[in-house]
């Protein structure tokens, strides 16, 4: 028997009388609204490294993707039902401040906990970067987090998404008492804090405990390490070699570089080897990395781990490359000298050939780990009815929203199909009934008091609604 009572589909009707005939019948849909969970928690907190990684300094197989010392405590924290937790607040709407988003709309399992655009939909305007993958994140280049390693601690990286108003946007003191109102929640903090009570930080904590469980131990690339590469292609083991030569002082295993243990792990890598954390693209004057918060490292950029790298397109920090050749490419014939690059990039790049490049490519994709896709330990605890799903409006998007002047709904119509928008206020008054056949709505607040309102669309045989705010 599950812990908890799932697949329940809740349906909430405002009835109104015939006396008030500007108002209609409303239905309010929440899909699974409580997480189906193991009555015994998932192993979260039993991770072991594989002994190539830890015995990656002896020297004794050319691994081509080594590094600089492995922090074998990296795991040390995790508890399994804190990162229940975590995998629970990780998939819940309830966290952002419309019920739109969670963290999962921007980091999907299928795609490694990255997402299949350049940039991400924020709640108000597009996000500056591309979302990046979270898979071996505990012990990854972890000593920056973001794309402009302007934060160290992944506690702080967490918090920062939840609370800025254009990703998820949560007031954290409405969220705890959302939370504490729902029939799971203040028996999860109990099982991993001890007692009921939600704070910013248990919330914080929980969500590290699951994310740095995310690991990525199974692809070809960790079994062949095991048996020195052995039932590697002939192509494989030409792009094990070239990337063994030529790119592995930034992209290592743990560490970003072949420094080992030289310096402790206090010591500031960027300040002192910034050079490694140029990508070679031309400088971008909307966005100089690093240099956003200290001029003297403007365009560098967090190294990201290569596991699963074939899952995670597009690439950079900005979603400009779509596919693995197009990096490579990159590397090879268009590197842009700048400060950083003399010295340690050939000019113009590495100048591969075609077979080399090829083989480059292949030798990425060994990094995949297929069943990280599907591990039910990070999926998402909520699920989704596929025949709800299916006729629901695709690509549904409003921005701003919170809205002040105007407010743009934005949705699929490439057919130029008939759509009707009804506008219900919170006590269920239609307040705007209009059609349109355009793939786009423009709302003015004009005829609106401040507030929250649902937006009913509805295009042939789909329907969805959305919360929209009025400032």
């Known amino acids: 028997m599950k812990r908890f009572f799932i697949l329940a589909v809740v349906f909430s009707t405002l009835a109104f009388t015939i006396s008030r005939p500007t108002v209609s019948n409303f239905i309010f849909t929440t899909v699974n609204d409580v997480p189906d969970l193991p009555d015994t928690p998932y192993d979260y907190s039993d991770i072991t490294f594989p002994d190539h990684l830890l015995?990656?300094?002896?020297?004794?197989?050319?691994?081509?993707?080594?590094?600089?010392?492995?922090?074998?405590?990296?795991?040390?924290?995790?508890?399994?039902?804190?990162?229940?937790?975590?995998?629970?607040?990780?998939?819940?709407?309830?966290?952002?401040?419309?019920?739109?988003?969670?963290?999962?709309?921007?980091?999907?399992?299928?795609?490694s906990f990255a997402e299949n655009k350049a940039?991400?939909?924020?709640?108000?305007?597009?996000?500056?970067?591309?979302s990046m993958h979270l898979n071996d994140i505990a012990w990854t280049n972890k000593e920056h987090f973001f794309w402009d390693m302007s934060e160290s601690d992944l506690r702080t990286m967490i918090r920062l998404p939840l609370?800025?108003?254009?990703?998820?946007?949560?007031?954290?003191?409405?969220?705890?008492?959302?939370?504490?109102?729902?029939?799971?929640?203040?028996?999860?903090?109990?099982?991993?804090?001890?007692?009921?009570?939600?704070?910013?930080?248990?919330?914080?904590?929980?969500?590290?405990?699951?994310?740095?469980?995310?690991?990525?131990?199974?692809?070809?690339?960790?079994?062949?390490?095991?048996?020195?590469?052995?039932?590697?292609?002939?192509?494989?083991?030409?792009?094990l070699d070239l990337f063994s030569t030529n790119c592995n002082n930034c992209h290592s295993q743990g560490g970003h570089s072949v420094f080992g243990d030289i310096f402790p792990a206090d010591i500031p890598i960027l300040e002192?080897?910034?050079f490694i954390f140029n990508n070679g693209l031309p400088e971008d004057p909307e966005d100089s990395g690093a240099g956003n918060w200290e001029p003297g490292f403007s365009n560098l950029f967090k190294i990201p781990t290569l596991r699963n790298i074939d899952l995670t397109a597009p690439y950079m920090h900005?979603?400009?490359?779509?596919?693995?050749?197009?990096?490579?490419?990159?590397?090879?014939?268009?590197?842009?000298?700048?400060?950083?690059?003399?010295?340690?990039?050939?000019?113009?790049?590495?100048?591969?050939?075609d077979s080399e490049k090829e083989a480059m490519v292949a030798f990425l994709k060994t990094l995949t780990d297929e069943s990280f896709l599907t591990e039910?330990?990070?999926?998402?605890?909520?699920?989704?009815?596929?025949?709800?799903?299916?006729?629901?409006?695709?690509?549904?998007?409003?921005?701003?929203?919170?809205?002040?002047?105007?407010?743009?709904?934005?949705?699929?119509?490439?057919?130029?199909?008939?759509v009707t928008f009804h506008v219900f206020s919170a006590d269920g008054k239609l307040v705007l009934n209009e059609n349109t056949r355009s793939d786009r709505y423009t709302l003015d607040k004009g005829i609106f008091h401040p507030g929250t309102y649902f937006i009913e669309v509805l295009m042939d045989d789909k329907k969805s609604t959305?919360?929209?705010?009025?400032?």
């Open 466 to 471: 959305a919360k929209l705010m009025v400032q």
């Open 318 to 353: 900005d979603g400009r490359f779509e596919t693995l050749e197009e990096v490579v490419d990159h590397y090879s014939d268009e590197v842009e000298e700048n400060e950083w690059t003399a010295g340690f990039f050939p000019p113009g790049g590495f100048d591969f050939t």
């Open 163 to 239: 609370t800025d108003e254009n990703e998820i946007g949560a007031d954290m003191d409405d969220v705890a008492e959302k939370l504490g109102a729902t029939s799971y929640y203040p028996q999860l903090f109990t099982e991993a804090f001890g007692d009921p009570v939600i704070t910013e930080d248990r919330i914080a904590e929980a969500l590290v405990q699951f994310i740095s469980s995310m690991t990525t131990f199974n692809s070809r690339f960790d079994q062949e390490a095991a048996n020195n590469f052995a039932g590697f292609t002939t192509q494989e083991q030409l792009g």
């Open 272 to 274: 002192i080897f910034p």
């Open 119 to 130: 940039v991400s939909d924020g709640l108000t305007a597009p996000t500056l970067r591309n």
């Open 376 to 418: 039910p330990r990070w999926s998402d605890p909520f699920g989704l009815e596929t025949d709800i799903e299916n006729f629901s409006i695709e690509n549904l998007i409003i921005r701003p929203n919170p809205t002040r002047d105007v407010a743009v709904i934005e949705y699929d119509n490439p057919t130029n199909e008939l």
């Open 55 to 111: 015995n990656a300094q002896d020297d004794t197989i050319d691994l081509g993707y080594e590094g600089g010392g492995i922090d074998s405590l990296s795991f040390a924290d995790i508890t399994d039902n804190g990162a229940t937790l975590g995998r629970v607040l990780f998939y819940d709407k309830k966290l952002s401040s419309l019920e739109t988003m969670s963290c999962a709309t921007c980091h999907n399992q299928a795609m």
